[in-house]
């Protein structure tokens, strides 16, 4: 059945990936979680991006209640994906406001017009509503404890989007992906340049993540919005990394010298900026329960995203340049 769906903040890495993917979900249980990119189930697909004003793309401020609710009025989108999030993690610490109009506010914006109108909510969420201290990690139903400003902000959105009669809340954790033009590189990008050039970079060896493509955790988004699923799912890659092992897979992926990348450890007794979740594990056990797999880790998928990041590059004609902090 094809529907109209909304992908608000669709100007960003996840956001640009969804236009492309949600208009056909392969029914089949892939191993790779793909997703056939052609217009044949129908859907229309619509995007809001008030920062990056592209052709086709609406420009909507997420955080005004009077534009979210006159777009829903006109439109009736029965699926929206609420993208819109501010995720530099330093950057929500040093502006708290920001942090809770963009992570917050926006959603609780996007939720009560969802309600409204009988649309679908699927929400976005983090890893860092959780600290970090089980040795386990952490399923949907476990206790939220975020310990910095920006997991507490996306934690309110989570309460609000749970508001919403049949809401998905999506937990990710880091993600990398395509290029966005206009946009501050990524460390990855900025890594690439600088191993490129002979240059030494050092990248955190203390703390775990699990990064994620973005192009496996928009075929899974497509698969289990075609399938309607409601209430929290966590969707990761089940390898952990640290910044400096997660660079050196991608460095020998791209063929550069992996020794120029130097391991570093926050000093003892560090503070200042954000305090960060040593190891916020997220478990798939649910994932893994509706039949479908958790995407694939950085070591498998290190040379798919230097061959998107080499298309979209050049697509774009982008380039990289100092590496923003994220997370």
């Known amino acids: 059945m094809s529907r109209h769906i909304l992908v608000t903040g669709a100007g960003g890495m ?13 029914p089949g249980n892939t191993e790779d979680l793909e997703v056939t990119e052609n217009d044949n189930a129908g859907n229309l697909v619509t995007g809001w991006s008030y920062r990056r004003p592209l052709p086709g793309l609406q420009r909507i401020e997420a955080t005004s209640r009077a534009q979210v609710d006159r777009y829903f009025a006109e439109h009736l989108p029965q699926v929206c994906v609420h993208c819109v999030a501010a995720p530099d993690v330093q950057a929500c610490e040093r502006d708290p406001r920001m942090a809770h109009l963009l992570n917050a506010a926006s959603t609780e914006n996007v939720a009560q017009a969802c309600a409204r109108h009988g649309t679908k ?14 040795r386990d ?6 206790a939220p404890n975020p310990l910095q400003t920006y997991g507490e902000t996306k934690l309110l959105g989570e309460r609000y989007a749970a508001q919403v009669p049949g809401a ?35 990248l955190d060896d203390h703390y775990e993540r699990q990064p994620t493509w973005s192009h496996d955790v928009a075929a899974v988004l497509a698969r289990v919005i075609a399938d309607d ?16 092992v997660w660079g050196r897979a991608v460095a020998e992926a791209a063929g550069l010298p992996s020794a120029l990348l130097r391991p570093s450890r926050p000093s003892p007794g560090a503070t200042g900026g954000a305090r960060r979740p040593e190891r916020p594990w997220l478990r798939t056990d649910r994932l893994e329960s509706l039949g479908l797999r958790p995407p694939a880790g950085i070591h498998r998928r290190a040379a798919d995203y230097l061959r998107s990041t080499s298309t979209s590059t050049s697509t774009s004609g982008s380039t990289p340049g100092q590496a923003s902090a994220g997370r």
């Open 229 to 244: 699923l409601t209430g929290v799912l966590h969707v990761a890659a089940q390898e952990g990394a640290t910044k400096y």
């Open 137 to 142: 990690g952490y399923r949907e139903d476990d």
């Open 168 to 202: 998905l809340t999506v937990r990710l954790p880091v993600l990398y992906g395509d290029p966005v033009p206009g946009r501050t590189p990524t460390w990855l990008e900025a890594m690439l340049e600088a191993l490129e050039q002979g240059r030494p970079v050092d």
């Open 121 to 134: 909510l699927v929400y976005l969420s983090t890893e860092y509503v959780f600290d970090g201290s089980s």
């Open 14 to 26: 996840l956001g640009s990936r969804l236009l492309t993917v949600l208009g056909t979900v392969n």
